[in-house]
Structure formats: structure tokens, C-alpha cells
């Protein structure tokens, strides 16, 4: 039986359509309890009793509305000078903005790498030397956690490039590698909305937004990928659009190099492979040259699973030592059913019981773990299940300890850490907790709820435009909030996802500002204030 191209077009179009009737639902009741819960509540960040103590705190709900409002109004009336700047303008200024304000803040903070981030920076600086006593038998931490070595990798490309010009005595140029990278990060959000809004205010308020996104700019001080992950997955997912939209081999190229090496810096981004995946088999369909778009999804399927695998082998080959097999993934799914390694953590964070302690009572044995681990799962599920008050407590804490923890350890991670020098007035400021502390927090509380609701109105508004190329950075939020959902929780995980939130609220702003300019025209005083 023959099927003709029109049955094939209205198949995929259909599936289009469907897909982003899921994204929309799940993503609404997401952003919508978010938004909710983060104008009556907030997550804190600190330090007492443990290292790592996460606490609930309630807000006033009427002055978090107000803020709320008032965040809405500056952005409408904002909106008539940003029609004045050109994207190229955008562009050259958001770069010049980021990188002056990060490079201020990782010469002032001079936050020196501490826990992971030194396992990980420690053994780029030795590779970098070769010396591969990192990789040494009695060293555990990268037989245990391979995937950790594409950021070493990553890193030692450019201690070696450092090195050609003197010792390496600290690694601030790293951080501000790291705030290069966020500014082309944000360069990439306002590409992409560029091509997929036809509204060139999405874009323009786009812009307005990233110049106040604070948290990112903290993490620059912060050497653990998720910086410079989420730079190549943007410009993986700009790639692809510009593939999509022109069928050039060149663009399908350069996105499956760039998803692959997002994966390779942080494991994590196979979130953004799958969104990818989903975005390029939706649109067949639409698409002039469907088999150019089957072979580029091959290509980013192949080259983002075997780049872990090559770097561990590459490692191995270099140093002499077989590293064997390393924790299952699985286990960070029990890591994420458990409660914390101390009191202080939320429901389901760190915990190296499931995954450290489960692997050594397994003789390193990678297969004999997830079996194990497995086991743990239907634990939890059965206690979930004969515990129901317990299961909902533990995943509202889980969830809001998250992503309602609104400085994502952004001042956290600059306040404990350990130090290359004192630090300068700016970070010492921002990191007193008599001082300047409450107050950034603060300020990071209002604009996250503000970027919550603001998200939430786009995509209720995305209900009636069928469109997946408008719905990708939803669905990498989607692809987040579920993973972690299921996973090890951590608030500073949710960087990379919140770096997308602000890329995709500026549509939420721009439709909600269409939608109530038609509903006050004839209310001359509201109509002022919107216009």
C-alpha cells in the first residue's frame, strides 16, 4: 500500500501537535505552582547548623504581588525604547555586559575550587603536566565517577594553553573563560529568539532581561561545567534551527559537535539531546530534505553517546591504567527516592550511601550496583506507597528545596568555598550576611518569581500556536524538571534551566502585554501604564 506525501505531512504534523499539547499541560502545572509557590514561600540557602542547610521560609504574599506587578509594568513601558536598538546592538551590548560584570566578580571573589570542583580542576592541572596519578589505583574518585572526565579535558585544553605562558599558579582564568562563555550564551538565547519568534520584541525584551539575570554571573566563580555546558547546548540548539530552517550540512555539523560537547563537559545536557531529538523528528514533515535531517539526527545520537566512552578511553590509553567500570546512573535515581546524606540537605539530595557506599559493598561492580540500586528503587516506592502523607512531603521539598531556592547557591557556593586570596569589596559585600547579603537575595527572589510567572504566561499563551520551534526552551526546562524529579536534587543544578527561563519569559511578557493592551483600551489610566 502506497502512502502518499500528503497522509505523511499531516501524520507529523499531528504528532507535532500533540507533542506540544504535553509540553504545554505539564509545563503549565509546573510553572504554575511554581509561581504560586514562590509568592508565599522561598527557599534559603545557608550555612548553620550544617555547611549545606536548606530552609523554608515564608514571604508576604501581597508585597511579592505587588513587585510581581510592578516587574510586568517596567517591562511594558521599557518595551517602546528597546524597538529602537538593533539585534546587533543587543548583541555587542549584552556580550560587553556580561563579560565586565563577570570578570568584576571572579576578581573579587576569588573563589578557589573546594570538593568536586578540586577533584576535577586537581586532576586537569596534573593531566595537563602528565602526571596521571589521579588516575592511579588507589585513587577512586574518577574509576567511580568517570564522567567527570570530559570536563577534566575540557579544562586541561586550556591549562595547557596557560602553561606556554608561565606557571599556573591560580585558575581565575578558567572563571572568566566561564564568563565568556555565559556571554555567549546569552548572544545564543537572543539568536534563537530571533529566528523563532516573528515578534522582534521577544528578542529585544530578551535582552532587558538578561541584563538583571544575576545568578549566572556568580556561578562564573564556580569550575564544575555547568557554565560552559549549557554555552555549547544553546548554540547546539541554534544550530539546529538554522539546519531546520535552511537544510545546509554546515549548521547540522556544527550542532551535533556542539551537543556533544555539552555532554561531554556535563552529562546532564543529554536533556538537551532529547529535546533536540524531539524538535528535528516533529518537524520531518516541514522539513525540505527529510533524509539530510535522519542523518543529522544519527549524527548527534552517535557522536553525544560515544564521546564519554572515547574520553575515558582516551584517559585510559594516556595513563596505562584501566579504570574500570564506574557508578551506574541508577544509582543516583535511589540517591534521588532517599533522604540526605545530613539533616540539613532537602529530601532527596546528596547522599553517597546510594551511590558511593552501594558500589563498594558491590566490589566495584557496575552491573551487581544497579541491581542493588534497583532494589533500593522498590524500597522507596513501596514505603512512598504505604506512606502517602511522607511521599507528598518528600517530593514537595524535593521539588521547591530545588527550584524555589532562588539564588541557585549562586552566593553560596562564593561564601563557603575556599580562597585564592581575601576577598575584594564587591564579593565581600554580597557575602556578609550582615551586609549585602539579604539584599541581593532579595533582589534574586523578585526577579525569579517575576521570570516564573512570565514563563507561565507564554506558554498558556503556546496552547494556541502549534508551533515546536517556539516551545524548545520549554521542553529543556520539561526535560529538567522531570530528571531532577526523579534524580539527585540540588539547587545549583537548576542554573542552566533558569539561563532558559529567561530566554523564554520575554515571550510570556510580550503576549501578556498584547492581551491586556486589547482588554484596558478604553480605561485611559490602565492603558497609560501598559503603553
Not at 52 to 80: G, K, Q
Amino acid at each position: 500500500m502506497k502512502i502518499s506525501k500528503d497522509t505523511v505531512h499531516k501524520t507529523f504534523l499531528f504528532t507535532e501537535k500533540a507533542t506540544v499539547f504535553i509540553i504545554d499541560i505539564l509545563m503549565m502545572l509546573f510553572m504554575f505552582f511554581l509561581t504560586t509557590v514562590s509568592l508565599v514561600h522561598t527557599t534559603g540557602m545557608d550555612t548553620t547548623p550544617e555547611p549545606e542547610t536548606v530552609s523554608y521560609r515564608n514571604d508576604w504574599f501581597i508585597v511579592n504581588v505587588i513587585f510581581l506587578v510592578m516587574s510586568f509594568l517596567i517591562c511594558f513601558r521599557i518595551m517602546p525604547l528597546l524597538k529602537k536598538i538593533p539585534l546587533w546592538a543587543e548583541v555587542l551590548f549584552i556580550s560587553l555586559w556580561t563579560m565586565a560584570l563577570g570578570i568584576i566578580w571572579v576578581c573579587s571573589s576569588q573563589v578557589s575550587p573546594t570538593s568536586d570542583s578540586l577533584d576535577v580542576t586537581n586532576a586537569a592541572l596534573s593531566f595537563a603536566k602528565d602526571d596521571y596519578s589521579p588516575l592511579a589505583e588507589d585513587n577512586r574518585y574518577f574509576r567511580n565517577y568517570s564522567y567527570q572526565l570530559g570536563y577534566v579535558l575540557f579544562n586541561e585544553i586550556f591549562i595547557r594553553i596557560a602553561l606556554i605562558f608561565g606557571e599556573v599558579t591560580d585558575l581565575i582564568f578558567l572563571q572568566i573563560l566561564n564568563v565568556v562563555l555565559l556571554a555567549l550564551t546569552n548572544v545564543g538565547m537572543l539568536l534563537i529568539n530571533s529566528e523563532i519568534f516573528s515578534d522582534k520584541r521577544v528578542s529585544q525584551v530578551s535582552f532587558f532581561l538578561l541584563l538583571f539575570s544575576i545568578q549566572p554571573i556568580l556561578t562564573c566563580s564556580f569550575l564544575y561545567g555547568l557554565i560552559p555546558g549549557i554555552a555549547f547546548a544553546v548554540w547546539a540548539v541554534y544550530t539546529e534551527i538554522l539546519f531546520l530552517k535552511k537544510s545546509k550540512i554546515f549548521y547540522a555539523i556544527i550542532s551535533a559537535v556542539c551537543i556533544a560537547m555539552a555532554i561531554m563537559i556535563k552529562s546532564n545536557n543529554m536533556i538537551v539531546l532529547v529535546a533536540m531529538m524531539i524538535l528535528a523528528f516533529t518537524k520531518l514533515g516541514s522539513v525540505r530534505k527529510v533524509l539530510f535531517s535522519l542523518l543529522y539526527m544519527v549524527l548527534c545520537v552517535s557522536l553525544s553517546m560515544s564521546v564519554a566512552p572515547t574520553v575515558k578511553t582516551f584517559y585510559e590509553h594516556r595513563s596505562g591504567q584501566q579504570l574500570g567500570d564506574s557508578i551506574p546512573y541508577i544509582a543516583w535515581i535511589s540517591m534521588g527516592m532517599g533522604e540526605p546524606v545530613w539533616a540539613g540537605l532537602a529530601q532527596g539530595w546528596y547522599n553517597y550511601g546510594a551511590t558511593l557506599t552501594t558500589f563498594e559493598n558491590n566490589d566495584f561492580d557496575a552491573e551487581k550496583t544497579s541491581k542493588a540500586s534497583i532494589g533500593q528503587i522498590k524500597e522507596h516506592i513501596r514505603y512512598f506507597m504505604e506512606n502517602p502523607q511522607y511521599a507528598r512531603d518528600f517530593y514537595y521539598n524535593k521539588f521547591v528545596s530545588q527550584w524555589n531556592e532562588t539564588t541557585y547557591q549562586s552566593v553560596w557556593n562564593n561564601t563557603v568555598r575556599l580562597q585564592y586570596r581575601d576577598k575584594g569589596k564587591i564579593s565581600a559585600w554580597v557575602c556578609d550576611r550582615e551586609k549585602g547579603r539579604p539584599a541581593v537575595e532579595r533582589c534574586m527572589d523578585i526577579y525569579t518569581q517575576f521570570i516564573f510567572a512570565a514563563v507561565f504566561f507564554g506558554i498558556f499563551v503556546c496552547f494556541k500556536d502549534k508551533d515546536m520551534l517556539k516551545l524548545i526552551f520549554p521542553l529543556i526546562i520539561l526535560g529538567g524538571l522531570l530528571y531532577h524529579l526523579l534524580s539527585e536534587a540540588k539547587s545549583q543544578y537548576s542554573i542552566p534551566y533558569f539561563i532558559l527561563m529567561t530566554g523564554f519569559a520575554a515571550y510570556g511578557i510580550c503576549t501578556l502585554h498584547d492581551f491586556l493592551k486589547s482588554k484596558t483600551a478604553d480605561i485611559k489610566w490602565l492603558s497609560w501604564l501598559i503603553n
